[in-house]
């Protein structure tokens, strides 16, 4: 499995499928958050991720690699619209 492959597997596990148990699978329990609104750290995510709603969903659009940096950009939608 390629990294850009890894990483669209981890996005749709996380926020397709809502399973947290990914987080314990994929991420180290120091991972930096890059949401200003929630500390770093898996507890915090794992928390999050049930509370979205039925109506979300989430769609991987562009992934981009750089050397050791993937970058993935998606759309996701919450029963209004797509932001």
């Known amino acids: 499995m390629t990294n850009q492959e ?3 597997t ?7 499928n809502k399973d947290i148990t990914a987080f314990d699978k994929y991420f180290n329990e120091s ?4 949401n200003p609104q929630l500390p770093n ?3 915090a995510l794992k928390q999050f ?4 709603s039925d109506t979300f969903g989430y769609e991987p659009a562009v992934v981009t ?5 993937i970058m993935i ?3 996701y939608e919450d029963g ?4």
């Open 6 to 8: 890894l990483v669209i």
């Open 41 to 43: 750290g898996t507890a």
């Open 73 to 75: 950009h998606g759309r």
């Open 65 to 69: 690699q750089s050397g050791d940096i």
């Open 10 to 16: 981890v996005i749709k596990a996380v926020f397709i």
């Open 31 to 34: 991972y930096i958050q890059h």
């Open 80 to 83: 209004g619209g797509k932001n």
């Open 49 to 52: 991720i049930p509370t979205l």
